[in-house]
């Protein structure tokens, strides 16, 4: 039976490129499980289908996911591209920080990319930003589309990775990926500006190889993200500059907020840990107490 991975979902339809390069057009038929869930194929996943037509087919079997994200809604990536723009729209550290806790529970790899550094008045403002960041251990890539700074410096890390770019919309994203493979042109649009907030060009995440190997995804912009199905105690494994700091709080599963000896709290009363951070772990955290309480 003939298997391949599905690298792009449209309208009920699912293109599915085998080991030979072969795309094909397929449905699914059936409905599959996971874990005694009913769930439907996702971009990323490997599966198996029979060919109906010359280039048809109806997927069958859909292959256990090693990683999968909910928005955007993709199966198998290992490493999350967080893209944030730096102006038009300014940096905004809540958004970026709400897709890397996504991207830490999803047990990806993360890069973080900046975007529209030549629109960047003051250097300082990159500097202060790679400080804040520089306890997480992502590495930051500033990026100009307009002087082609950085561009290179983000293909090393794609290398032999199943990446998604993932960000708000108008960051920047399909610009970025058709300078990194500039053979694909994505459609990309401007900022309102009136909101502030870019409009959504990217219509549906797909799959595209990379001559240098590896594998990257474009995927819709999004302006929120919920935290549900995730539980309180996950959070602080989210933050990495939380966890060894973590290790020393007095009591065990410490979600650090009142409770006494907390050495997470501590460490950002004093600036070690970066106290806009903890200030969205702290939102972040009612937010998915407020989801469990709706849940039951």
Same mark, same amino acid.
Do not use: W
């Given at each position: 039976?003939?298997?391949?991975?599905?690298?792009?979902?449209?309208?009920? +339809? %699912? %293109? &599915?490129?085998?080991?030979?390069?072969?795309? @094909?057009?397929?449905?699914?038929?059936?409905? +599959?499980?996971?874990?005694?869930?009913?769930?439907?194929?996702?971009?990323?996943? %490997?599966?198996?289908?029979?060919?109906?037509?010359?280039?048809?087919? %109806? *997927? #069958?079997?859909?292959?256990?996911?090693?990683?999968?994200?909910?928005?955007?809604?993709?199966?198998?990536?290992?490493?999350?591209?967080?893209?944030?723009?730096?102006?038009?729209?300014?940096?905004?550290?809540?958004?970026?920080?709400? +897709?890397?806790?996504?991207?830490?529970?999803?047990?990806?790899?993360?890069?973080?990319?900046?975007?529209?550094?030549?629109?960047?008045?003051?250097?300082?403002?990159?500097?202060? *930003?790679?400080?804040?960041?520089?306890? #997480?251990?992502?590495?930051? &890539?500033? $990026?100009?589309?307009?002087?082609?700074?950085?561009?290179?410096?983000?293909?090393? @890390?794609?290398?032999?990775?199943?990446?998604?770019?993932?960000?708000?919309?108008?960051?920047?994203?399909?610009?970025?990926?058709?300078?990194?493979?500039?053979?694909?042109?994505?459609? #990309?649009?401007?900022?309102?500006?009136?909101?502030?907030?870019?409009?959504? $060009?990217?219509?549906?995440?797909?799959?595209?190889?990379?001559?240098?190997?590896?594998? &990257?995804?474009?995927?819709?912009?999004?302006?929120?993200?919920? +935290?549900?199905?995730?539980?309180?105690?996950?959070?602080?494994?989210?933050?990495?500059?939380?966890?060894?700091?973590?290790?020393?709080?007095?009591?065990?599963?410490?979600?650090?907020?009142?409770?006494?000896?907390?050495?997470?709290?501590?460490?950002?009363?004093?600036?070690?840990?970066?106290?806009?951070? @903890?200030?969205?772990?702290?939102?972040?955290?009612?937010?998915?107490?407020?989801?469990?309480?709706?849940? @039951?």
């Amino acid at each position: 039976m003939p298997s391949g991975q599905i690298i792009k979902a449209i309208s009920g +339809f %699912y %293109y &599915v490129r085998t080991e030979h390069e072969e795309l @094909y057009e397929c449905k699914a038929r059936g409905v +599959f499980k996971f874990e005694k869930k009913k769930c439907k194929p996702l971009v990323g996943d %490997y599966v198996q289908f029979d060919e109906t037509d010359m280039g048809k087919g %109806y *997927i #069958t079997a859909i292959e256990s996911r090693q990683t999968e994200l909910v928005r955007p809604a993709i199966a198998n990536v290992t490493q999350a591209v967080v893209v944030c723009s730096l102006r038009e729209p300014s940096f905004q550290q809540m958004p970026l920080d709400r +897709f890397l806790v996504h991207a830490e529970h999803a047990r990806l790899e993360i890069v973080v990319v900046l975007t529209k550094l030549d629109l960047l008045e003051d250097p300082a403002e990159l500097e202060a *930003i790679r400080t804040r960041y520089a306890p #997480t251990g992502y590495p930051i &890539v500033a $990026t100009s589309i307009e002087t082609t700074d950085g561009i290179e410096q983000i293909k090393p @890390y794609l290398k032999d990775q199943t990446s998604v770019f993932a960000g708000q919309s108008g960051v920047g994203k399909s610009s970025l990926l058709n300078k990194i493979i500039p053979d694909r042109e994505l459609e #990309t649009g401007a900022v309102s500006q009136k909101i502030g907030r870019g409009r959504h $060009t990217t219509r549906s995440v797909e799959i595209i190889p990379l001559e240098t190997g590896g594998l &990257v995804a474009d995927s819709p912009g999004f302006s929120q993200l919920t +935290f549900d199905g995730m539980e309180p105690a996950d959070l602080g494994h989210c933050f990495p500059e939380f966890r060894e700091k973590a290790e020393e709080c007095r009591f065990r599963g410490c979600l650090h907020l009142n409770e006494p000896s907390c050495k997470v709290r501590d460490a950002a009363e004093t600036g070690e840990i970066d106290p806009k951070r @903890y200030e969205h772990y702290v939102t972040f955290l009612e937010e998915i107490k407020e989801l469990q309480l709706r849940r @039951y």
